[in-house]
């Protein structure tokens, strides 16, 4: 039975987590705090708290993984230590564990409304995809690899239904780029088990379907039935802020398939029966 490390059991973890365990891999997961341990998963999932950013912490509870999974998260005080630390005390502490590092497709500093792969230009525009790109260097000089996610949204997640319901929705003209939580637990699954995985070993993890955020605006006001009230950005807001379409040929191409290929599907059969079901 091949074994893996989830390194931070949260939104994405936990489902890549129960994935594994489907697939009857034995899973070990690591949380932040004792609390979140003490949490159910599934009965062939153990978790334990140990702090990534505490070299001494993962070595003591280090043991003979096949994959580790860096998808833990990180508050704005911490990203430089859960990030580019954890990354290393993982690669330090498992030298002979395959490493799956989830970085962010904001690495990509694109304005202008471009196609984006893995070949393009990496020129992190801000301290926190600066700190993103020297993880990923880590996890590459260590064999591992990097997937490059989207915005994340699922059940229970997503700013741009948020701010729908909430009347706050801000348009404007530039491309989102998301993916499914599923869909990036599945793009970790299907790496691990990838036999061989040639350099370079980077991944965008995306849907099939950039889209301008007012499509999707107007089609979660439609399907809601709440107007849409939409406020002009501030300068502020949308200083730095990119816009590019970013591509998933290169891990399409390998045999991975997203369950869903763009928002429409995300929402219609995930995000928004997840509200009816709790009475929203």
């Not at 978790?47 to 998808?71: K, M, Q």
């Not at 499509?215 to 502020?236: F, K, Q, T, V």
Request: aromatic letters at 8%.
């Amino acid at each position: 039975m091949p074994s893996v490390l989830i390194a931070g059991c949260g939104y994405v973890g936990s489902a890549a987590a129960k994935l594994f365990a489907e697939e009857r891999w034995e899973v070990i997961g690591w949380t932040r705090s004792e609390q979140s341990a003490e949490r159910t998963l599934e009965s062939a999932i153990s978790l334990c708290a140990v702090d990534i950013t505490d070299l001494e912490a993962v070595r003591r509870n280090r043991f003979p993984a096949d994959v580790v999974v860096h998808c833990s998260s990180s508050g704005a005080d911490s990203y430089l230590h859960v990030y580019r630390d954890g990354a290393a005390n993982l690669a330090a502490c498992f030298p002979n564990a395959r490493i799956i590092f989830t970085s962010s497709t904001s690495v990509y500093p694109q304005h202008d409304g471009s196609s984006v792969t893995e070949e393009s230009a990496v020129e992190p525009d801000s301290e926190n995809a600066q700190i993103l790109g020297q993880a990923e260097k880590i996890v590459l000089t260590n064999d591992g690899i990097v997937l490059r996610v989207a915005g994340i949204y699922g059940p229970g997640r997503s700013f741009l239904l948020r701010s729908v319901m909430n009347g706050t929705a801000v348009s404007s003209d530039r491309f989102v780029n998301q993916v499914h939580r599923d869909d990036v637990a599945s793009a970790i699954s299907f790496l691990a088990r990838c036999r061989a995985v040639d350099p370079p070993r980077i991944f965008n993890v995306v849907d099939d379907t950039p889209a301008p955020r007012p499509e999707i605006l107007a089609w979660l006001s439609e399907r809601l039935g709440i107007p849409l009230l939409n406020s002009a950005p501030s300068p502020e807001s949308t200083r730095g802020r990119s816009n590019k379409r970013v591509s998933n040929a290169k891990l399409r191409a390998l045999g991975w398939v997203p369950a869903y290929p763009s928002y429409r599907e995300g929402f219609g059969r995930s995000v928004l029966p997840a509200l009816e079901n709790c009475g929203a």
